[in-house]
């Protein structure tokens, strides 16, 4: 069982924890939204040059997601390519955005109306 996975015991709700640990830093997010725009394998040449991230840096994010089993990578030649390790993470990362977008919309909304209020006046 991969590493990540934790022990037989452990409560599914602690593995979904780490799993969302993995993804909880925006380089990770805006690599997985890379690599989730194309079908085919992307060259680490081609992720730093969208990030603007520092190679060792990206490397260390790249870690991170190859551990937990979220992309895969493979040497050709010179170049090492990722890609998603599952088709279902693009899906995740759509719900995201989406969830995101509903709670600004309802938070806009809120604020639009806050500001139909009539102005209060401080007592002295």
Do not use: D, H
């Given at each position: 069982m991969p590493s990540f996975l934790g022990s037989p015991e452990q409560p599914l709700y602690e593995?979904?924890?780490n799993l969302f640990?993995?993804?909880a830093h925006p380089a990770r997010i805006r690599v997985l939204e890379i690599l989730s725009a194309t079908n085919d394998p992307?060259?680490?040449s081609e992720i730093l040059a969208e990030t603007g991230i520092e190679p060792t840096l990206l490397s260390q994010h790249l870690a991170v997601l190859k551990r937990h089993h979220v992309v895969n990578?493979?040497?050709i030649g010179n170049a090492v390519f990722y890609e998603l390790a599952h088709p279902k993470i693009s899906e995740l990362l759509v719900i995201a955005r989406?969830?995101?977008a509903d709670t600004?919309?309802?938070q806009r909304d809120q604020l639009e109306t806050l500001q139909t209020l009539p102005p209060i006046r401080?007592?002295?």
């Open positions: 593995i979904k924890a640990k993995a993804l992307t060259p680490v990578g493979r040497r989406t969830f995101l600004l919309g309802a401080q007592q002295s």
